[in-house]
């Protein structure tokens, strides 16, 4: 694998940090360096949500990130903030329930994912998140399904661990997804 430097962004509410949480755990369970620093306006449920995750065989430098290799976003309004960030032949991952625009990016892979739209027809919406990061671990092998897993046990709070198994159905239908 090579290093990875994501930003994942969309609207407080869709569960952006927690991804970003889940993903730098895997990645630590992977034996990597890892950085998550989250970014959210005052408003956070319905308002700006962002985070920075890097996964590197090597020492980080620095959690903030100036480009990208890879950009997750699951509105319109963080693909316009943030398309300019990817690096040429980085990957954009968007929701394509939510995100209607294609990205203006000619050097970059786009890949569009229904993810919101399928996580309400799984029964949860707060999957959607999951789904897209299910797109980017088979895109890059950044981690393994089976620390993925465990990251969810492990950062996940008890209450919610009956819904990992349909996480990792979730989880799945990304990873499977073709675009």
């Known amino acids: 694998m090579a290093d990875q430097q994501i ?27 890892v950085s998550w620093l989250p970014s959210y306006g005052p408003e956070m449920r319905g308002g700006t949500a962002n985070c920075n ?3 590197s065989d090597d020492v980080i430098g620095s959690p903030i990130l100036n480009s990208a290799t890879t950009l ?7 693909l316009d903030k943030f398309e300019s960030y990817v690096e040429s032949g980085g990957i954009i991952i ?13 050097d970059v892979k786009v890949y569009g994912v229904p993810a919101t739209e399928t ?12 789904i897209l990061l ?17 990251a969810l046990r492990k950062t996940l ?10 996480e990792m159905k979730a989880l799945e239908f990304g990873m499977q997804y073709e675009c």
């Open 119 to 130: 996580a309400f027809k799984m029964g949860n919406p707060t999957f959607a998140n999951i």
């Open 72 to 78: 997750i976003v699951m509105n319109g309004p963080s």
């Open 7 to 33: 930003i994942m962004a969309g609207f407080g509410g869709q569960g952006i940090l927690s991804a970003g949480r889940i993903l730098a755990y895997a990645g630590m369970l992977e034996n990597k360096n």
């Open 157 to 166: 709070p008890s209450k919610k661990h009956n819904l990992i198994p349909e």
């Open 134 to 150: 299910g797109k980017l671990i088979a895109l890059t092998n950044i981690v393994s399904k089976e620390n993925f897993e465990i």
């Open 53 to 55: 995750v890097i996964i």
């Open 94 to 106: 968007k929701d394509s329930s939510l995100v209607q625009r294609e990205p203006a990016r000619t």
